[in-house]
């Protein structure tokens, strides 16, 4: 989905807690669109940390084995994750603080992780917890830039 004029975009995640959740996330470039997707584990990505740009997609989804929607020039903005915790679910008080003594209530929870300026490093040690033991799958969000359309090709010339 694309955001009118600087507007945050919003997508649907699915972080596995019974329905999507929305985020909103802020465009980084002046005229782009969301692409949200989910692979299927293992999955195949050709991405490389250009500084200031952060994460960009180097080759073609359509060229992978898993035949992703990404195209060369995607900015990875956010994907899915795993992190061993208190259950989002729990709320907090208590029972949350004693279950957190004795290490019950505590599992891997799915959540969205910001890829916008952070070192390909630091994403790629969240992206390897998206392991089969845990999940099936994995969901990216890219930002593409959305190319202007072409102008009008001018007449031909009169010959004299």
């Known amino acids: 989905p694309a955001a009118p004029g600087g507007e945050p975009f919003e997508c649907s995640v699915d972080l596995e807690t019974g329905e999507p959740v929305t985020v909103q996330i802020t465009p980084t470039m002046s005229d782009s669109e969301l692409v949200v997707a989910k692979y299927p584990l293992p999955f195949f990505i050709d991405i490389e940390n250009r500084a200031q740009l952060g994460a960009v997609v180097t080759k073609d989804g359509s060229e992978q084995q898993n035949k992703g929607v990404e195209r060369v020039g995607d900015r990875l903005r956010a ?82």
């Open 79 to 160: 994907f899915t994750y795993y992190e061993y915790g208190a259950k989002s679910s729990d709320g907090g008080g208590v029972l949350t603080m004693l279950n957190s003594f004795s290490g019950s209530g505590y599992s891997w929870n799915r959540q969205l992780f910001d890829a916008t300026f952070v070192s390909w490093e630091s994403s790629l040690e969240k992206l390897v917890t998206n392991e089969p033991r845990r999940t099936n799958s994995v969901t990216m969000v890219f930002e593409r830039p959305v190319a202007p359309a072409p102008a009008p090709a001018a007449p031909p010339a009169a010959a004299e």
